[in-house]
């Protein structure tokens, strides 16, 4: 029997050929399909509702805002919910990290702003190239698709993509390969074909490209070969930020300070989309409306984004609490992968950007549909699928966490003894 979605929806759908039910409803950290099933959800709109589903508090404020007749487009005009969101943002996370941004509303989605950062450093250098890191993903509009590796993407530009140089991310040849003195090197050599980038672009934990994570070390010797060579560092913060590294940003701990920081996702807490590029004041160089997009002024993300900043981050209880499960999490993972080779399976990731790395992606792709059949959406990223990912809610409680990472264990264990039994 053929569905509606069958018959005039794309062939480019990909999550719902993953989990193939009809979702009706959410609450927290839960999915439920049509015939009332529920499921924890480990997926969390791919990183945008690190708060959960339908959030009490931010529900709260949104249905107040629309009952009350509040502004919902704005394009860049002034608004009473623009201004709490900047107050919000400035006075919890900005003045607190002793950062000084300014925020541009770019258009809704992360790409949007991966644009906006890469246009603005093009003009404020006056030079073309950025250089960005392999296994990187930056969306899939053709100037972020220029710097996002994996070819299944790239390859749908139908042109060929330029104005990026990719170079070996932390780790990608090895402990043994310096990969910042490879691009050091590089840069001051005439010779190498690198041409001086405006920028270096980079994510501090790579999420589609398979939890892969940067040292704190690793961040700063970055951050000082752009102070040396006048190039502008752009962090993609769009899947690891607003919580997911265990900070607000994910390059807190590193110490650094971006000139150009992209956010999305859940940027707005609840799953509405919003993006913003901040930037360093000396690098915001815009003429008015330069760089613009009709949807620039969603306020009700703005009010959930803004009750999101006040629930969650104007104090340390809540990154106390997700530290707690951050370590939970990075336990249990050990764990589950400890039993086996590492060549078959093992844990990797930082915060709560955790998973396991599985020896292909047909078995990371038999786990993922174990884990579904026994109600747990969870997905897998890396370059050939390889990395079964669990980016749940971090409001998610230790009991559900727990529940969620029995069945992955569960999911695990009963694919690899199969796998090993054939085998055998």
Same mark, same amino acid.
């Given at each position: 029997?053929?569905?509606? !979605? ?20 959410? =609450?927290?950290? *839960? ?13 969390? &709109? ?28 704005? %394009? ?24 000084? *941004? #300014? ?20 003009? #404020? ?24 590796? +994996? ?21 990608? /040849? &090895? ?18 074909? %690198? ?6 672009? %980079? ?7 398979? %939890? ?9 010797? #970055? ?20 919580? @997911?590294?265990?900070? !607000? ?7 650094? =300070?971006?000139?150009?920081?992209? /956010? ?27 760089? +613009?997009?009709? !949807? ?6 703005? #009010? ?7 629930? !969650? ?9 997700? =530290? $707690? =499960? ?5 336990? @249990?993972? @050990?764990?589950? $992968?400890?039993? *086996? ?23 990371? &792709?038999?786990?993922? @549909? ?55």
């Amino acid at each position: 029997m053929t569905t509606i !979605f069958d018959d005039i929806e794309s062939e480019v759908q990909s999550y719902a050929r993953a989990f193939p039910v009809i979702f009706e409803r959410a =609450k927290g950290s *839960y999915l439920y399909d049509t015939d009332g099933k529920a499921y924890l959800d480990f997926l969390a &709109g791919a990183g945008t509702l690190n708060y959960g589903h339908n959030n009490d508090i931010l529900k709260a404020a949104l249905l107040e805002y629309i009952q009350n007749d509040g502004i919902t487009h704005g %394009l860049d005009m002034h608004t009473k919910a623009k201004q709490e969101f900047l107050e919000n943002l400035n006075n919890y996370i900005f003045k607190p990290r002793s950062l000084e *941004y #300014v925020v541009q509303f770019t258009g809704p989605t992360g790409t949007n702003a991966v644009e906006a950062a890469m246009k603005i450093a093009r003009n #404020v250098t006056g030079r073309h190239n950025i250089v960005a890191f392999t296994n990187g993903f930056h969306g899939v509009s053709l100037g972020s698709m220029a710097a996002t590796g +994996n070819s299944h993407h790239r390859d749908a530009a139908g042109i060929p993509l330029s104005g990026v140089t990719h170079v070996p991310y932390a780790g990608y /040849m &090895g402990e043994e390969l310096d990969t910042i003195k490879l691009l050091e090197n590089m840069l001051e050599d005439s010779s190498s074909g %690198l041409d001086t980038p405006a920028a270096i672009m %980079l994510e501090t934990i790579q999420g589609e490209g398979g %939890l892969n994570t940067a040292s704190n070390e690793w961040l700063q010797a #970055v951050e000082k070969l752009c102070r040396k060579h006048d190039i502008l560092l752009i962090v993609d913060d769009i899947q690891a930020g607003c919580g @997911r590294s265990g900070k !607000f940003f994910s390059f807190e701990e590193s110490g650094i =300070k971006p000139d150009l920081v992209t /956010m999305s996702k859940s940027l707005s807490g609840y799953g509405l989309p919003f993006a913003v590029t901040l930037i360093k004041p000396e690098y915001d160089t815009w003429k008015p409306g330069e760089h +613009n997009g009709t !949807f620039r002024g969603n306020n009700h993300a703005f #009010v959930t984004a803004a009750a999101a900043l006040k629930a !969650f981050w104007s104090d340390d209880k809540f990154e106390k609490e997700l =530290k $707690a =499960k951050i370590d939970h999490l990075s336990m @249990r993972l @050990r764990k589950i $992968a400890g039993g *086996y080779e590492k060549n078959l399976i093992k844990s990797k990731g930082r915060g709560f950007m955790q998973g396991l790395e599985c020896r292909d992606g047909e078995l990371a &792709g038999k786990i993922c @549909r174990y884990a579904f059949d026994k109600g747990l959406v969870i997905e897998t990223s890396g370059a050939d699928s390889q990395v079964v990912k669990c980016l749940c809610p971090l409001s998610i409680s230790l009991d559900e966490l727990n529940k969620g990472l029995d069945i992955l264990e569960e999911a695990v264990h009963k694919t690899l003894a199969k796998e090993l039994s054939a085998a055998s």
